[in-house]
């Protein structure tokens, strides 16, 4: 625990608003993850455990913070010869692959800027991040389709200079494997001009709104210190135990837990990197690694619940988070009476680190989540800007931006200083999202600003209405969006999985909407129920809602 108080004048906290009043992260000028964490780690405990690897093919590996330290000074130095430096560009599509965390490390080092890419991306994807962001290197794993969208994509991406690749060699890739054999394993901090500091850019990260093309959310080197109250005091990480999250590297909820908060805090990292979710795959790996604290999408648990539970002595998990995508009560109530844990709902987003959470001072409450992280001035307004009461919808905003930046908050948009100043110019950031706060501090999720359904005058939350659904036995998930209507202008529909047994029917669709009247309030029924084998959705587990709602209108 002896980084901490580097970074943290006090760790622990008598109450919330103990932690909410006085809770400070003191940023150095020069500060560098891989430097000033990993490097650290690796000279005051060489044989501390920093990663845990292993895939569905019987493959693992184990790095303590030593070897971290020493195999991405060898990437740091060969990235190097490639003339990679300070201020360089450069995407890694390696999905879970042990070797991120080496290349992520060494690309910190030398104060490159890092792209986590998803391996969904399309050649298209690809030429519009490569030139968009001035890509210099491409980095992935040996996947035959990433492969062929790289190769297609080259001779449009203007800047890309090395394709290399993590796995098989291929004629046209550098190997990594083999270009890191030889490379020194030391490597100088860099000092004068070749230096990073703390507002500098270290990552960007590609996020897709509803309209437009993606947006380049820039986090500066301070970025991972933001992430000690995601990993501390919300996952509640602990020193030299295993923490996983379920999380595609390609997403920023692998770098809200996979390596920056948790590595700060002195877990070890749990990775699993597995082909495809299978609930009963994951829950035996949880139990064969001894996993401590664990966090997953919503979905991932409402799958596991599908299987018998009480199968898997699950008693070396200590804590339980979820995080993007709101939490159904149903789901936490099952999961408490199955294995005794709560489930501890977090909320932020590729722009911050995790802004609302419940946190270890209070319970929980299902289907909240939580309340505000002391690095955050949370507030709720409505349309006209005025501050919202209890029980009143209004917009997330994070106020004060301009004169007290919170650490983990995103810096800008990369190369974009004209949305950067309409997100940030005001002083404040509104985040999109709807949600309302009770008499007791606890804020809700509505949906985002789009997914609202407007039907007949009505304003409905989708998350209400699915809560609602998942109360029924026959739904395992569900996703509510919007579909056009020539009267009411938005109906809500209801896109549904059926749980093992149940088969679609015109009568179970009359039971579901029956159901759904009872629950909540009549007008929030769907009025249009189609069902699914399975809803489509990103690696990390979360649901495409518009990819739905543009079907819908198809």
């Known amino acids: ?26 940023v150095p000028e020069n500060f560098n993850f891989g430097f ?57 599509i390696l999905r879970r692959r042990w070797e991120y965390w080496i290349c992520a490390t060494a690309l910190h080092k030398l104060g ?113 210190l933001g992430h000690i109250v995601t990993a501390k005091y919300w996952q509640c990480v602990q020193e030299n135990k295993l923490h996983m999250s379920v999380s595609d590297s390609g997403w920023a909820k692998f770098g809200w ?21 299978v609930p009963l795959h994951l829950l035996e790996k949880i139990t064969q690694y001894q996993v401590t604290t664990f966090c997953a999408p919503p979905t991932m648990f409402r799958f596991m619940l599908q299987e018998d539970v009480t199968k898997f ?27 005794g ?10 722009e911050s680190s995790v802004m609302l959470a419940n946190f270890p001072w209070f319970d929980p409450v299902p289907g909240s989540m939580g309340k505000p992280s002391p690095l955050y001035n ?19 905003v994070v106020m004060g931006v301009d004169k007290n930046p919170p650490v983990g908050l995103f810096t800008g948009y990369y190369h974009d200083t004209e949305l950067t100043e309409k997100c940030l110019g005001s002083g404040n950031y509104d985040l999109g999202d709807m949600a309302w706060r009770d008499s007791n501090g606890y804020y809700w999720f509505v949906g985002r600003n789009d997914d609202v359904i407007k039907c007949s005058g009505y304003r409905i939350g989708p998350f209400e209405v699915e809560s609602a659904l998942l109360t029924h036995p026959s739904v395992v998930e569900c996703a509510i969006t919007a579909a056009p209507d020539p009267v009411r202008g938005q109906v809500v529909k209801a896109t549904v999985v059926l749980a093992k047994g149940y088969t679609p029917s015109d009568e179970l669709i009359r039971e579901l909407q029956n159901h759904v009247k009872h629950v909540t309030a009549p007008y929030k029924y769907p009025r249009i129920v189609e069902f699914v084998e399975e809803l489509p959705k990103t690696l990390g587990g979360k649901i495409k809602r518009a990819e739905i709602r543009k079907k819908n209108h198809e």
Request: negative net charge; glycine residues 6%; charged residues 25%.
């Open 1 to 26: 625990m002896l980084l901490l108080d580097r970074f943290l004048p006090r760790v622990e906290f008598d109450s919330y608003e103990d932690f909410k009043e006085n809770y400070r992260v003191q």
């Open 36 to 92: 000033d964490i990993v490097d650290a780690w690796a000279e005051q405990e060489p044989e501390k455990m920093a990663l845990v690897w292993c895939d569905d093919h019987g493959h693992e590996k184990k790095l303590t913070f030593s070897e971290v330290s020493k195999l991405s000074n060898q990437a740091a130095n060969y990235f190097k010869s490639l003339g990679i430096t300070k201020g360089s560009v450069v995407l890694l």
């Open 112 to 224: 490159a800027v890092l792209i986590p890419g998803s391996l969904q991306l399309t050649k298209k994807d690809i030429v519009y991040r490569a030139n968009a962001a001035e890509i210099s290197a491409i980095v992935c794993v040996d996947d035959p389709f990433v492969i062929q969208q790289v190769e297609e994509a080259e001779p449009e991406a203007k800047t890309l200079r090395h394709k290399i690749l993590v796995g098989a060699p291929r004629k046209g890739w550098r190997d990594f494997a083999h270009d890191m054999e030889g490379q020194n394993e030391q490597f100088e901090r860099p000092t004068g001009e070749d230096a990073s500091c703390s507002t500098d850019t270290m990552l960007v990260y590609f996020t897709s709104g509803t309209t437009g093309m993606p947006k380049m959310v820039r986090h500066n080197f301070s970025y991972p």
């Open 257 to 277: 837990g996979k390596i920056y908060g948790q590595w700060i805090c002195g877990a070890a990292i749990f990775a699993y990197d597995m082909d495809k979710f």
């Open 313 to 339: 002595d699950l008693s070396c998990v200590k804590h339980c988070c979820i995080a993007g995508e709101p939490l159904n009560p149903e789901v936490f109530n099952k999961w408490y009476e199955l294995t």
């Open 341 to 350: 844990l709560k489930l501890y709902e977090g909320f932020g987003q590729s």
């Open 378 to 396: 949370i507030a709720l307004q409505d349309a006209e800007g005025n501050v919202c009461e209890d029980g009143e919808e209004g917009s997330i």
